[in-house]
């Protein structure tokens, strides 16, 4: 295995960090101050700064070079350490144009979407000019497993009719979000569990579309983004949204998660890295008890423990991305799986760490620290929650070792 970065990636990499260190960590409370001012429309602020980085080059970066045309060339192991550099500041993401669940949906489109569907949305998400939302968890099923999903989309005559109720669909609530991708059975008695689903492109101005609430993570409401409560009443949509076709939403789903699971993980590692930075820094600068924290053996186990453990994920996430780009995600579901239950653990332990080291202010609006700890800790149900990827992975271990 060698995952030393080509020197492509090390020019990216450094161009990255400046802007970050010119546009981005200065703007932190700028941002936060906008996003009060108006709540779910996207800030002034973050489309000055996309068009600074697409200016700068470092737009779409997340799209690997199986994508052709529309990627920037880079493989999946080039863009864990750009993913990795982003994930130290809750937003940075968005300024590059790589931020779920767009990333995941121009995923979809590029890889399943007819001419048509590419034209009309994924365009100008590749551009920037909208947002999206992908609408498939329930509150009334464990959609943990697919299948589950309630969400009916019947045909009747040149149109799709769905109903059904959706929660925690990020995205959503942002005025600049124009189309959801949404899952629902198609053929609920189809004797094939993994046949039933499809999904269908709706755009969020649809009659029927009701976004009910911003639910919260933990007292956060993630806004402009926001997590909707969305009920579909009797909605409307041409048959040539569908995506790929009838039965095939499954299918789709599994494609559309193995990216976006380990770039959660590569995101999750630079918050822990962030985390780390800033545990060093009050430890040198803090004093209690009469001398700096530094000099408290517990402390410095801290530091030493969260770098251990940091340096294990980042070894992990690029293994698997290495697996990714030679054998794609089917090949590397196992890796996948293993970054996906380390990851958001690893960070939280890190997080937690340095939140007891600030004392108080750890748990303040004062640092990134809080926010971030409620994000990672939403990230071990994300995608999969934990238990789900350990049993689906102790499984296929097991079936293995038999034969």
Same mark, same amino acid.
């Given at each position: 295995?060698?995952?030393?970065?080509?020197?492509?990636?090390? +020019?990216?990499? +450094?161009? *990255?960090?400046?802007?970050?260190?010119?546009?981005?960590?200065?703007?932190?409370?700028?941002?936060?101050?906008?996003?009060?001012?108006?709540?779910?429309?996207?800030?002034?602020? $973050?489309?000055?700064?996309?068009?600074?980085?697409?200016?700068?080059?470092?737009? =779409?970066?997340?799209?690997?070079?199986? %994508?052709?045309?529309?990627?920037?060339?880079?493989?999946?192991?080039? %863009?864990?350490?750009?993913?990795?550099?982003?994930?130290?500041?809750?937003?940075?993401?968005?300024?590059?144009? /790589?931020?779920?669940?767009?990333?995941? =949906?121009?995923?979809?489109? &590029?890889?399943?979407?007819?001419?048509?569907?590419?034209?009309?949305?994924?365009?100008? #998400?590749?551009?920037?000019? !909208?947002?999206?939302?992908? &609408?498939?968890?329930?509150?009334?099923?464990?959609?943990?497993? &697919?299948?589950?999903?309630?969400?009916?989309? +019947?045909?009747?005559?040149?149109?799709?009719?769905?109903?059904?109720?959706?929660?925690?669909?990020?995205?959503? /609530?942002?005025?600049?979000?124009?189309?959801?991708?949404?899952?629902?059975?198609?053929?609920?008695? =189809?004797?094939?569990?993994?046949?039933?689903?499809?999904?269908?492109?709706?755009?969020?101005?649809?009659?029927?579309?009701?976004?009910?609430?911003?639910?919260?993570?933990?007292? %956060?409401?993630?806004?402009?983004?926001?997590?909707?409560?969305?009920?579909?009443? =009797?909605?409307?949509?041409?048959?040539?949204?569908?995506?790929?076709?009838?039965?095939?939403?499954?299918?789709?789903?599994?494609?559309? #998660?193995?990216?976006?699971?380990?770039?959660? /993980?590569?995101?999750?590692?630079?918050?822990?890295?962030?985390?780390?930075?800033? $545990?060093?820094?009050?430890?040198?600068?803090?004093?209690?008890?009469?001398?700096?924290?530094?000099?408290?053996? @517990?402390?410095?186990?801290?530091?030493?423990? @969260?770098? /251990? +453990?940091?340096?294990?994920?980042?070894?992990?996430?690029?293994?698997?991305?290495?697996?990714?780009?030679?054998?794609?995600?089917?090949?590397?579901?196992?890796? !996948?799986?293993? !970054?996906?239950?380390?990851?958001?653990?690893?960070? *939280?332990?890190?997080?937690?760490?340095?939140?007891?080291?600030?004392?108080?202010?750890?748990?303040?609006?004062?640092?990134?620290?809080?926010?971030? %700890?409620?994000?990672?800790?939403? #990230?071990?149900?994300?995608?999969?929650?934990?238990?789900?990827?350990?049993?689906?992975?102790?499984?296929?271990?097991?079936?293995?070792?038999?034969?």
């Amino acid at each position: 295995m060698d995952f030393s970065y080509s020197d492509n990636v090390m +020019e990216l990499l +450094e161009r *990255l960090r400046g802007f970050m260190d010119e546009h981005i960590f200065p703007n932190e409370a700028l941002m936060h101050e906008q996003v009060e001012q108006e709540r779910w429309s996207t800030p002034p602020l $973050m489309e000055e700064l996309k068009a600074l980085a697409r200016e700068a080059g470092l737009w =779409n970066l997340f799209l690997p070079r199986s %994508y052709g045309e529309y990627s920037p060339g880079l493989s999946n192991l080039d %863009y864990a350490p750009l993913a990795e550099e982003m994930g130290r500041v809750v937003w940075a993401s968005e300024v590059f144009n /790589c931020a779920a669940p767009d990333t995941g =949906n121009m995923e979809v489109l &590029a890889k399943y979407g007819n001419e048509s569907q590419r034209q009309q949305w994924l365009e100008p #998400l590749l551009a920037g000019e !909208i947002r999206s939302a992908f &609408a498939m968890t329930e509150p009334a099923v464990a959609s943990s497993d &697919a299948t589950n999903i309630e969400t009916r989309i +019947e045909r009747d005559g040149d149109e799709y009719v769905i109903n059904g109720r959706k929660f925690y669909i990020s995205g959503a /609530c942002r005025k600049q979000c124009e189309i959801l991708i949404v899952m629902g059975k198609t053929d609920p008695q =189809n004797p094939s569990r993994h046949l039933q689903q499809s999904q269908v492109l709706v755009p969020k101005s649809t009659p029927g579309v009701n976004i009910v609430r911003a639910m919260q993570v933990f007292g %956060y409401d993630d806004a402009p983004e926001g997590h909707a409560e969305v009920v579909f009443d =009797n909605v409307r949509v041409p048959v040539e949204n569908i995506i790929l076709g009838e039965g095939r939403g499954f299918e789709i789903a599994q494609g559309r #998660l193995g990216p976006g699971r380990i770039h959660h /993980c590569m995101r999750a590692i630079g918050a822990a890295q962030r985390a780390l930075e800033m $545990m060093i820094d009050r430890a040198n600068q803090r004093v209690a008890f009469g001398e700096p924290l530094i000099k408290k053996q @517990s402390v410095r186990e801290d530091i030493a423990l @969260s770098a /251990c +453990e940091i340096e294990q994920a980042r070894l992990l996430t690029l293994k698997a991305a290495q697996r990714m780009d030679e054998e794609g995600a089917k090949g590397a579901k196992d890796l !996948i799986a293993m !970054i996906k239950i380390v990851a958001p653990n690893m960070a *939280l332990r890190v997080l937690d760490r340095a939140i007891q080291i600030h004392g108080a202010t750890g748990v303040s609006q004062d640092t990134f620290l809080a926010n971030m %700890y409620a994000m990672m800790r939403t #990230l071990r149900l994300a995608d999969g929650p934990d238990e789900v990827h350990m049993m689906q992975l102790g499984r296929d271990m097991a079936r293995r070792a038999q034969g």
